[in-house]
């Protein structure tokens, strides 16, 4: 089975600044999807970004980026330019490649990211 | 990415009464999951809704607690059964289909509270 690791609990950054969130995962599989997810305090899950693991090329998003190390299975996502409305709970997932009922996602326990003005 | 509204957005319960949630699309999805997350928590799937045969649970999860229709392709429900405090969390139903990469998008969740 698969399983996904955020160690970090809490994290803090400053308005304007640079933060990366850190993700660890767990798998047999060399084909897979990984994800990350918002949820601010209206509890709604907002895709932020997605890795398929058969790409090298590092997945961005205007101001979001990933650091995909297949070999070390690692995962993180790097925020530029922090803003008030980033502050929010962040959920790194997991999806195998198969469709139907293994096609379900694996979180993380999720960080809380506050921002500073 | 697919439109999803789940009704209701919140309610309080009490014990051992049920309650069921909607999830609806705005366009046909192949799959549609719902997942359970407890306070303070991280996601946890309860069961797949597969249109037109038996959702499919997850280890610790029951058919008689958390009953799930899928009728079509864009309509489901979760029924929580026999309430229990324990059973405060919030229900989110969630999307993956074709012309989605392999993504799921999920409801803005229902908040449930029981007493």
């Known amino acids: 089975a698969q399983t996904v690791t955020q160690s970090q609990p809490e994290m803090s950054v400053q308005e304007a600044e640079t933060v990366t969130l850190s993700c660890t995962y767990d798998?047999?599989?060399?084909?897979?999807?990984l994800f990350w997810y918002k949820q601010p305090p209206s509890r709604q899950m907002i895709l932020v970004i997605r890795?398929?693991?058969?790409?090298?090329q590092n997945a961005t998003e205007n101001r979001f980026s990933v650091n995909f190390q297949k070999a070390a299975k690692s995962f993180s996502l790097k925020i530029s330019d922090s803003q008030l409305g980033d502050a929010a709970m962040y959920f790194c997932?997991?999806?195998?490649?198969?469709?139907?009922?293994?096609?379900?996602?694996?979180f993380g326990k999720g960080i809380t990211l506050s921002v500073r003005p | 990415s697919a439109v999803i509204s789940q009704k209701p957005s919140r309610d309080i319960c009490q014990r051992g009464t049920s309650l069921t949630i909607q999830c609806q699309v705005d366009?046909?999805?192949?799959?549609m999951f719902w997942y359970r997350q407890q306070p303070g928590q991280s996601l946890t799937l309860i069961a797949t809704?597969?249109?037109?045969?038996?959702?499919?649970?997850e280890s610790g999860f029951v058919i008689d607690k958390f009953p799930i229709s899928r009728p079509n392709l864009t309509f489901s429900t979760l029924t929580v059964s026999n309430m229990s405090p324990e059973d405060s969390s919030i229900y989110l139903c969630?999307?993956?289909?074709?012309?989605?990469?392999?993504?799921?998008?999920f409801g803005p969740g229902t908040r449930l509270l029981v007493l």
């Open positions: 997932a997991y999806r195998s490649l198969n469709t139907g009922a293994n096609s379900k996602l694996t």
């Open positions: 366009s046909q999805v192949t799959m």
């Open positions: 969630s999307v993956e289909g074709q012309g989605y990469q392999e993504t799921q998008y």
């Open positions: 798998t047999s599989e060399s084909d897979y999807y």
């Open positions: 890795q398929e693991a058969y790409k090298q």
């Open positions: 809704a597969n249109q037109g045969s038996e959702a499919t649970y």
